[in-house]
T-cell receptor, first 113, second 113 residues
Framework: DQQVKQNSPSLSVQEGRISILNCDYT??????FLWYKKYPAEGPTFLIS?????DKNEDGRFTVFLNKSAKHLSLHIVPSQPGDSAVYFC????????????FGSGTQLTVLP | DTAVSQTPKYLVTQMGNDKSIKCEQN?????MYWYKQDSKKFLKIMFS???????INETVPNRFSPKSPDKAHLNLHINSLELGDSAVYFC????????????FGQGTRLTVV
């Protein structure tokens, strides 16, 4: 039972354009959400997060949007750069003792020069 | 300085063997985790551990056991290795009482032959 879903396994965009990566979740107890970026043969690295009390968080070229009613979040990267090419994982967590993150299956983003 | 480090990076072993993967973090975090990335690229939580509690994902076979000699280390022991255990294993750490990101190690690619 996948509680966090990334339905697009891959996405290609032209350099300079906007990349939009999507994520859906089913567990209403999730109250914070994160995006991680992963290069081959490396561990995931944190990119940006958002708490359920917000609907938008921005950090430079990266913006995460949260729509709680739709249980949907998205990551916007603008402008996209070739160095952004990586696998992007959406993750969700529930405040509590465990602090475990539930991950989506990832989206491979390719930014074409 | 590497924040979360795992050794070895690659491990090839025969079925039936017992092996360990080591993990150390120098971030002062009080919670550590083991995740498994399977052939379908899902990152799934196996264990989360702080000095108060060990939480085990119920789907993890009891051949897998975490050992924590101190707060900075969480090693993963695997007994009687099976072909299906082949995967990439990631260690991570975070603060227990904050909604912050988890930091990941670079992963250990385990191949059981």
């Amino acid at each position: 039972d996948q509680q966090v879903k990334q339905n697009s396994p891959s996405l290609s965009v032209q350099e300079g354009r906007i990349s939009i990566l999507n994520c859906d979740y089913t567990n209403s107890m999730f109250d914070y959400f994160l995006w991680y970026k992963k290069y081959p043969a490396e561990g995931p690295t944190f990119l940006i997060s958002i708490s359920s009390i917000k609907d938008k968080n921005e950090d430079g070229r990266f913006t995460v949007f949260l729509n709680k009613s739709a249980k949907h979040l998205s990551l916007h990267i603008v402008p996209s750069q070739p160095g952004d090419s990586a696998v992007y994982f959406c993750a969700a967590g529930e405040s509590g003792s465990a602090r475990q993150l539930t991950f989506g299956s990832g989206t491979q983003l390719t930014v074409l020069p | 300085d590497t924040a979360v480090s795992q050794t070895p990076k690659y491990l090839v072993t025969q079925m039936g063997n017992d092996k360990s993967i080591k993990c150390e973090q120098n971030l002062g975090h009080d919670t550590m985790y083991w995740y498994k990335q399977d052939s379908k690229k899902f990152l799934k939580i196996m264990f989360s551990y702080n000095n108060k509690e060990l939480i085990i994902n119920e789907t993890v076979p009891n051949r897998f056991s975490p050992k924590s000699p101190d707060k900075a280390h969480l090693n993963l022991h695997i007994n009687s290795l099976e072909l299906g255990d082949s995967a990439v294993y990631f260690c991570a750490s975070s603060h227990h009482d904050r909604n912050t990101e988890a930091f990941f190690g670079q992963g250990t690619r385990l191949t059981v032959v």
